[in-house]
């Protein structure tokens, strides 16, 4: 077996620059919800010495004297990117995995025309050229030295984002500079666990007694030791798993004591969870509804949630505002200033094994076809082109974005104008 492991360098950051050459060489950074916290930088910005989540507030006299470019999240730009990246590399190799949204391993055993750095740097190429987006490529014949391969890649510009552990003799070298707090499994405590007993790299892991680390830190570790030593035990995944819960939130621009703005956003929050639901073909079993006022602020503070158990699963909006309602306007306190709210699904099933109550009135039929033209509408016309009246129209909670980027690629009106 041979794996390949696709990283994009910087994917937000990257994103940014695709419609903005004029970025090129300049330090960028983008700052999650409500425009807190530095969530990805490009090689510049981390050169400046700015932290990963750092609130933007403290970066500003940095941000300010090296001219860096500062971008609120634009995720519908960057799930949008990302599928494209995807695109490329299902055409490239028929035996995909999607790991994130900027990273997928690939089988690449089956290629014949190319050796596997050949075939990497035609990867590499092929996405920068059609997609503006520059990856790394790791090559190992486990997944886990597949990402080792992708993190030396990254780190180490002599590779010039391509590194192959395939017939390599001096393999156990390069995994000595590997930290085992890098390795692809090893969390936190781990990490400190295995350097207390003197494993401080992907190679003292690799030598580790195998029942030691088993006893340590179960089959996982054990599995990990293994694939170091090229014995693989982690498959490609076909499909993803489903998923066990869903859970849309928000901070919101500025806080509010107002029920009706509360239960917009909650509504809103239900209407992106139902989609996502039918999109996968998943129905909720359980629902979740939370709020909460600003622990950082002064002023009395109150945090609440309320559980539903659903008679009968669902994905409908309808059905989810009508539960959300019912449990938020039991969570629902005067005299505080609500900072945030969301909801959850949790125990989903695949819709196709729906059971109903025997005191079940509603038209499951009739929902399913309005749900089918609900979706239809929005995805030709625009997201919340048609909506419930629930979620309101002014969104006075909606989130403070004051650098975002256009969406480009998923809005008409941001396509850009070029003057010939």
């Given at each position: 077996?041979?794996?390949?492991?696709?990283?994009?360098?910087?994917?937000?950051?990257?994103?940014?620059?695709?419609?903005?050459?004029?970025?090129?060489?300049?330090?960028?950074?983008?700052?999650?919800?409500?425009?807190?916290?530095?969530?990805?930088?490009?090689?510049?910005?981390?050169?400046?010495?700015?932290?990963?989540?750092?609130?933007?507030?403290?970066?500003?006299?940095?941000?300010?004297?090296?001219?860096?470019?500062?971008?609120?999240?634009?995720?519908?730009?960057?799930?949008?990117?990302?599928?494209?990246?995807?695109?490329?590399?299902?055409?490239?190799?028929?035996?995909?995995?999607?790991?994130?949204?900027?990273?997928?391993?690939?089988?690449?055993?089956?290629?014949?025309?190319?050796?596997?750095?050949?075939?990497?740097?035609?990867?590499?190429?092929?996405?920068?050229?059609?997609?503006?987006?520059?990856?790394?490529?790791?090559?190992?014949?486990?997944?886990?030295?597949?990402?080792?391969?992708?993190?030396?890649?990254?780190?180490?510009?002599?590779?010039?984002?391509?590194?192959?552990?395939?017939?390599?003799?001096?393999?156990?070298?390069?995994?000595?500079?590997?930290?085992?707090?890098?390795?692809?499994?090893?969390?936190?405590?781990?990490?400190?666990?295995?350097?207390?007993?003197?494993?401080?790299?992907?190679?003292?892991?690799?030598?580790?007694?195998?029942?030691w680390i088993r006893s340590k830190m179960n089959?996982?570790?054990?599995?990990?030791?293994?694939?170091?030593?090229?014995?693989?035990?982690?498959?490609?995944?076909?499909?993803?798993?489903?998923?066990?819960?869903?859970?849309?939130?928000?901070?919101?621009g500025r806080p509010t004591k107002n029920y009706?703005?509360?239960?917009?956003?909650?509504?809103?929050?239900?209407?992106?969870?139902?989609?996502?639901?039918?999109?996968?073909?998943?129905?909720?079993?359980?629902?979740?509804?939370?709020?909460?006022?600003?622990?950082?602020?002064?002023?009395?503070?109150?945090?609440?949630?309320?559980?539903?158990?659903?008679?009968?699963?669902?994905?409908?909006?309808?059905?989810?505002?009508?539960?959300?309602?019912?449990?938020?306007?039991?969570?629902?306190?005067?005299?505080?200033?609500?900072?945030?709210?969301?909801?959850?699904?949790?125990?989903?099933?695949?819709?196709?094994?729906?059971?109903?109550?025997?005191?079940?009135?509603?038209?499951?039929?009739?929902?399913?076809?309005?749900?089918?033209?609900?979706?239809?509408?929005?995805?030709?016309?625009?997201?919340?082109?048609?909506?419930?009246?629930?979620?309101?129209?002014?969104?006075?909670?909606?989130?403070?974005?004051?650098?975002?980027?256009?969406?480009?690629?998923?809005?008409?009106?941001?396509?850009?104008?070029?003057?010939?």
């Amino acid at each position: 077996m041979l794996f390949a492991l696709v990283d994009c360098n910087n994917f937000y950051a990257s994103c940014e620059r695709v419609f903005r050459p004029d970025l090129e060489g300049k330090p960028i950074i983008v700052l999650s919800n409500n425009d807190g916290c530095v969530i990805a930088r490009s090689a510049e910005a981390k050169a400046l010495g700015i932290p990963m989540g750092a609130p933007a507030f403290e970066m500003e006299e940095l941000i300010t004297k090296n001219k860096v470019f500062v971008f609120s999240s634009n995720y519908a730009l960057y799930g949008d990117l990302s599928q494209r990246v995807m695109g490329v590399l299902s055409q490239m190799s028929p035996d995909i995995e999607i790991y994130s949204i900027d990273e997928a391993f690939l089988r690449i055993d089956s290629i014949r025309l190319y050796s596997p750095e050949e075939y990497a740097r035609k990867i590499q190429s092929n996405i920068y050229e059609w997609l503006g987006i520059p990856v790394s490529v790791g090559i190992g014949s486990t997944k886990t030295l597949a990402k080792a391969a992708n993190y030396l890649a990254k780190s180490f510009p002599g590779h010039r984002g391509v590194f192959s552990f395939e017939n390599r003799t001096d393999g156990d070298e390069y995994l000595k500079q590997i930290p085992v707090s890098k390795l692809w499994g090893i969390g936190e405590q781990h990490a400190s666990f295995l350097q207390q007993h003197d494993v401080a790299s992907a190679y003292d892991l690799k030598k580790a007694p195998e029942a030691w680390i088993r006893s340590k830190m179960n089959v996982t570790g054990a599995r990990i030791v293994k694939e170091l030593n090229a014995i693989s035990c982690i498959p490609m995944e076909d499909a993803p798993a489903h998923r066990k819960a869903i859970c849309i939130s928000r901070s919101y621009g500025r806080p509010t004591k107002n029920y009706r703005e509360l239960e917009e956003a909650t509504a809103a929050f239900v209407s992106r969870l139902a989609e996502k639901l039918r999109k996968q073909k998943m129905l909720a079993t359980r629902l979740t509804v939370f709020v909460m006022t600003n622990r950082f602020a002064r002023g009395p503070r109150y945090v609440n949630f309320k559980t539903i158990n659903l008679s009968v699963p669902t994905h409908s909006t309808a059905e989810l505002n009508r539960m959300m309602v019912k449990a938020l306007s039991s969570l629902f306190r005067k005299g505080y200033l609500y900072k945030k709210s969301g909801i959850l699904a949790e125990e989903l099933i695949p819709e196709n094994i729906r059971q109903t109550s025997l005191w079940d009135s509603t038209d499951h039929e009739k929902q399913e076809k309005l749900m089918k033209a609900l979706d239809l509408i929005n995805a030709k016309t625009g997201r919340d082109s048609v909506r419930y009246a629930l979620q309101g129209f002014d969104r006075k909670w909606k989130m403070r974005q004051e650098k975002l980027s256009a969406s480009y690629t998923t809005k008409w009106s941001d396509i850009l104008n070029i003057q010939i």
